[in-house]
């Protein structure tokens, strides 16, 4: 763990490059030990990994712009027969995000398993990319200064911190799953009434 987090030390170049495809909590953590021996400045850390992720969501807002409404709707067509997607509850899904999708991009930017994900919608509704960039960095900001301030003044506890994100990532993507699976379970309901 020490050569991990000597790799880090003075070397801001280092730690934005691999935020652009490393987790923040990686890098935020092999950074905060670096800070607390004066070689690095939290905040510095925190904005250069800010950057860096939001720089490395661009990829997956550009394939899923390549992808785009039309194509989706039609793969969500073909997927509907196994119940896996709804149609009419992706275009509602899609008519509330072109309200207030800055706003799902800004918070989901702070969700595991969530904040890759949130770069999706963004590109098949086609926000523009000054907004998507904003609300993405604002929202990657926000949970990596959190996260560097708490790595930062605990980080002789990390191994507990990450155990703790482990299961808030967990719990995320429990969430995803049940939501999965009761949608799913709704969709056959349905169509076992329906016939």
Sequence with gaps: MEEAISVFSHNYWLIFVSSLVLAPEVVLFAS???AEQAALTVFMVVLLVSLGGSLGSIGIYFVSLLLGRQ?????????????LLNVSELHQAFDYFEKKGHWVVFFGRMAPTIRSLVSIPPGIIRMPLRIFLF?????TFVW???IGYVFYFFWMHAETISSLLGIYAAVCLGFIIVLAVWLVGRNIVKRLIDN
Excluded: H
Excluded at 71 to 83: K, P, S, T, V
Excluded at 135 to 139: I, K, N, Q, R, S
């Design 32 to 34: 905060a030990a670096s």
């Design 71 to 83: 194509r989706l709707f039609i793969l969500a067509g073909r997927l509907e027969r196994y119940y």
């Design 135 to 139: 609300f993405t960095f604002m929202g």
């Design 144 to 146: 990596n200064l959190i």
